[in-house]
């Protein structure tokens, strides 16, 4: 699987961004899909999944942007998205979509195949 993360940008505290991450190949509807972001001289931090299908889609978010991120999946497109709403200076980083067979969905090494990231900054 490859994916293709975009729609990061500069964004004034409060307002919304759309990310969206596009993945090659047939195969798509059998991972779970997830975000992660890396601010800078940090580890890279969990913020949504979203299950398979056949695990009834299932959303998770971090504690952080639980209430204002929402992550939903077209898998006739085979694309995730992660919608951000209500943004915060505090999540300005680069953000990373990914894709996993298994585990536990909350971590970076339950994950097999990594985006290239998208740059989010949010000013004050």
């Known amino acids: 699987v490859q994916l293709q993360a975009c729609g990061g940008g500069l964004v004034q505290a409060g307002g919304s961004l759309r990310l969206s991450c596009a993945a090659s190949?047939?195969?798509?509807?059998?991972?779970?899909m997830g975000w992660f972001r890396q601010a800078p001289g940090k580890e890279r931090d969990f913020v949504a999944t979203?299950?398979?299908?056949?695990?009834?889609?299932?959303?998770n978010y971090a504690d952080s942007v639980k209430g204002r991120f929402t992550i939903a999946r077209d898998n006739a497109e085979n694309v995730v998205y992660l919608q951000m709403n209500s943004l915060k200076p505090e999540d300005t980083a680069v953000y990373y979509c990914?894709?996993?067979?298994?585990?536990?969905?909350?971590?970076?090494?339950?994950?097999?195949?990594w985006g290239q990231g998208t740059q989010v900054t949010v000013s004050s």
């Open positions: 979203i299950s398979r299908i056949r695990s009834g889609n299932t959303a």
């Open positions: 990914a894709a996993g067979l298994y585990g536990s969905r909350l971590r970076p090494d339950d994950y097999n195949y």
């Open positions: 190949g047939r195969t798509f509807s059998t991972y779970f």
